[in-house]
């Protein structure tokens, strides 16, 4: 495993899964973007 840099085979599952729920992502919004929460304001409409 040091070989792809990760020290322990917990830091290679954690890459992996990140870098297949990026992949994910952008299949699904067709762009490269982070998604983020977001902070729910109350606001009313008038």
Known sequence: ?????????????????AQSVREGIKRVTGKGRALYAIKEEKTTCV
């Open 1 to 17: 495993m040091m070989r792809e840099g990760f020290d322990t085979i917990e830091q290679a599952a954690e890459f992996a899964l």
